[in-house]
Structure formats: C-alpha cells, structure tokens
C-alpha cells in the first residue's frame, strides 16, 4: 500500500447532536455537558473533547493508541444510552459520524454549471445531494462525503398575521397542520373475491397545493385551509456557506476515506465512478475533479523521493568506482544495494508498513550506507588477494581460503560499526502517540535496511569475490588506482601532524561543538516541515 504519511489515525469517534435554535450556553450546559461526563471514565477512553456551536454539539472521543475500532465504537453507542435520559425534551439522539481517518479528506470535486444561469444552484444541490452524494457513498472505501454550498430547496409558509388572528388561530396550530399533513396513513386492506386490496390515505406532500390545502381547523362549520391564512411557495433556506470554483456558483463535495483504505487505488476508483455519473447527469453539469487531490501529492512525494534515491544510487556507483576502479569489483559491491532494499521492503511489508513519505526516507537516509559494509569487504579480500599474488608460487593459499581469512579478519570490525549506527536510531522505537506513528516506520525502514546490507556483505559478497576475483586474471586488473594512493599518501601527512597538536584541535573542536548547540537552540522548530501540495 502507499500512502502519504503512516496512518496517523488515533481510534476516534465523533458525536453530533442538534437542537435546533438553542443557544451555545444551553447547549453547553443541557447536551454536551451530560454527553462528555457519561462517556468520561469509559474502558479504553484517553481523552475527551468537545465544540459547541448554535443548536449543534460535537463530542470527539480519542481512544488508546492500539484499540480497535469498532470495539471503540460499542462502547460509545453503551455509554450514549444512559446520556440519552439526561437530554431535555427536543433534542435530537446523538449520532455517530461515520469512522473516517486523520489524513482522510482524500478528494475535492464540485458540481457546477457550464455556462452561467443554465443550471440554478437549487438544481445543483439537488443533484449533487440525492445523486452524486448517494453514489459515491456506495464505493467500498469511501467514509463520507460532505458537500459545501448551493441552495437547500423549501416548501415555505409566510403566515398572514392579520388572517391568523381574523380566524383566531395561533402559530402553534398552524405548524401541527403542515407537520400532520406530510404523512400517508394505513387502513389495513379489504378482502373481496380472495384477494386482498391495500387501503392508503395518501398525504404525503408533493406539490405546493398538497400544503396549500391542509385543513388547520374548522371555524363554523367551514373548514380553514392553509392557503387561507398563509402564502406556500418554494422557496431555498438560509445560507450558511457557499461553493465555487473558478469564480462559479457551484457544490463542492469534500470526500473522506475510510481507515486503512489505500488512497490511490480508492482515488482510481473515484475517477471511474465519477467519470460514469457525469454520463448521467443533465446537458450542461459538470462534474470538476482536479480541484484537490491526495493522491497527486503522494504521487509527487513518492517521485521526489525516488529521483533522489536514483540520484543516490548514480553517486555511490561512480564513488565506489572510483576508490576500487574496478568494475568486477564495483559491481559485487553495488549488489549489497538492491539485495537490502528487496530485504527492508519485503520486511516492511511483513509488518503491515505502507510505503510513504517516512519509511522511503528511511530508506534514502540509509542509501549510502548499504554499501559500506561491502565497501570494506571487498576492498580487503582485493587487498589481500593482491598480497597473495606478491608471495613466491609456493607460498600462495588458494584463493577461496583467502577471501575465507580477509572476510574474517574485519567480520568483528563490521559487525560492531553497524550494531552501533542502528543503536542510534533505537529510542525511535519507544516514542509514543503521533510522534511514534510517524517517526517509527522512518527508524524501522533504515534499521532494517542496513541490517540486511550487513548480512549481504558477510555472506553473499564473500562468495561473488570468490566466483569473480580469484582467478589470476582477475587479480592482475585489480591494480590500486592512482587517486587512491595519492590520498593514502596525503592522508599520512595530515595524520602526522594532527597527532602532535591534539590539544589544538579538541580545542577548536570543542568550539564548534558549542556554537553548533548554540545554533541549533536559536533554530525555530516545528513538529513537521511545511509542505506545498500544489494546491491553493
């Protein structure tokens, strides 16, 4: 699976309850008050947290890192019964928001017009709620889709107060009327000739004359109908937001995955989905989905990091090149690169790791030293070799025995170096919450992948040395290159004189020290670096 970052999904569920005009005070102290201290103290609860707006509460409920998620979910649902008694009169059941994750708002696309005024924005919202909303809920994958803007369509009655009271009605009667009036009402059925026919009053309105003609009361014996005291018509609610795109009313839909789904083959889905519905769709609605896309930012993170793992890998094939100046040479130690890559993400994948952001970096972050271990193996065994060769015929071992005892001469060495630099990143393993999500897949991935390119270098490039550069042949190419002498001989003159002035130089180095934790306690910080995903 791929992704952008490890899945950063703490087990979550949201609550939502409305009560329609209530104040944010009362709505505090009647509804999320009582929710948040029956839920408190629940199994597995870590913390508890809440927003409350006019007529609208949401309760966030974070369970322990590790708890399943819907095991989090029943227990919400046992706790919200006994909640339920303490709410007041009125107020709507809390609702469980469905379980979407952190980083989950995969997609942005809108639903808009082509040309100005052929479709209203009543028209929009309709189709964009009880078409495109429905279908895309359907795709396995998909967690919600919310949709932002266009205009809710109403059936609206302005009541005429001076006919109200000409008739001596109140407002409360009028709204039992319209509420009673959008209702169909069962008889039973009627059985006649052996069959059996369904009996239905249907009330159910359809049509601004289905309110129009609602009886309210009845006034000497005269039956007073809406349409007597009141003006029905279709009308759109109050906006509370709006949506465009590209300077255009239009309905933007936010779609949300759910955890644990892989955001580019969800993201494929999408398309094809969405590609269908716009064949679908009346002449002149267009369906706009490029407007956001997280799929195209982990298509380019994955890309850059992949260009500098390709730039990486160019340069520690031209450097090995250089220092060993042999190609047989240079090839058995280049194999190490891709032997430990294989290793770390098959690894990973044992794990249930994603390839991401975190574990492909830890994987850059170790690209240069893969081949450390093998650099020095083999740069041993050719040395070795090339001692071998120099001694008289009778005193030469077999090439395999030799490559046997260069191997074993620095295995120690190797071992230990590595064990130490892999030490290093073992307090990443112990950090907790969002910070162990996110920075252990980075230390397991490097961890992993230098552990494998030291198996390789004590094992298979052993062997390959003793396939490739033991015959004599062999042996007599591999001549130190010039440049490597050059700097084994400048590298003895800087020893030399560094040895006896090693007080200067813990000096000086002691002063770098120091303005480097100087330096580094000035630096601004932050938990993450920004990140331009392209998109405005």
Known sequence: PVDVFPDLTAPTVTLVTEAHGMTPTDMEALVTFPIETALNGAPGVRRVRSSTKIGLSVISVEFAWGTDAYLARQVVAEKLQLAKAALPAGVEAPIMAPAASVMGEIMFIALTSESA??????????????????????IPGVA????????????????????????GLTIDEVAKAVEGSNSNAAAGFYTEGGQEYLIQGIGRVRQVEDIAEAVVAVKNGQAVLIRHIADVALGTAVQRGIGSTNGKPAVVLGIQRQPGANTL????????????IQKSLPAGMKIENRLFRQADFIEISIANLLAALRDGAILVVAIVFAFLFSWRSTAITLLALPLSLVA???????????INTMT??????ALGALVDDAIIVVENIVRRLRENQQKPERQRESGTHVVFMATKEIQGSIVFATLIIMLVFVPLFFLSGVEGRLMVPLGLAYVISLFASLLVSITVTPVLAAIFLTSPK??????????VSWLRDAYGRVLTATLHRWRAISAVSGALLLAALLGLGLAGQAFLPDFNEGTL
């Not at 005024?117 to 359907?138: C, E, F, I, P």
Request: no cysteine.
């Open 344 to 354: 770390a993400i098959l690894s990973m994948k044992a794990f249930g790791a994603t």
């Open 144 to 167: 919600e889709v919310l949709p932002i803007g266009g205009d809710l369509q109403q059936f609206q009655v302005t009541l005429k107060p001076e006919r109200l009271a000409a008739y």
């Open 360 to 365: 492909l970096g830890g994987i850059a972050i």
């Open 474 to 483: 062999a042996i007599a190419h591999e001549q130190e290159p010039r440049f």
């Open 117 to 138: 005024g052929q479709h209203s924005t009543v028209a929009l919202k309709n189709t964009a709620d009880y078409v495109l909303r429905k279908r895309l809920l359907a």
């Open 265 to 276: 083959e969800l993201t494929r889905v999408l398309d094809a989905a969405i590609a269908d």
